[in-house]
């Protein structure tokens, strides 16, 4: 979540493809963390939108790269 409050221009390349990899498996337990993992999620991919950044490309470009 701390990286999300940051500006994107202190993102590293490679925290644009954690946002919807590293929140899913381990908050699967609890409802509550569900709903958060899903805003923060959210809050992210807003982010990226507003500065020209497609959430989907991103997506797209690790599925062809792979795990």
């Known amino acids: 979540m701390q ?3 940051a500006g994107l221009e202190r ?3 490679v925290e644009s ?4 990899t590293r929140l899913t ?3 699967a337990f609890d ?3 569900v709903a958060l993992a899903e805003a923060v ?3 992210a991919e807003t982010k990226m939108r507003a500065v020209g ?3 989907a490309s991103i997506a797209a470009r690790r599925s062809r790269r792979g795990p």
């Open 41 to 43: 999620t959210v809050g």
């Open 3 to 5: 990286r999300n409050l």
């Open 17 to 20: 493809d954690l946002v919807d």
């Open 25 to 27: 498996a381990p908050t």
């Open 53 to 55: 950044v497609d959430p």
């Open 11 to 13: 993102w590293e390349a």
């Open 31 to 33: 409802p509550f963390l």
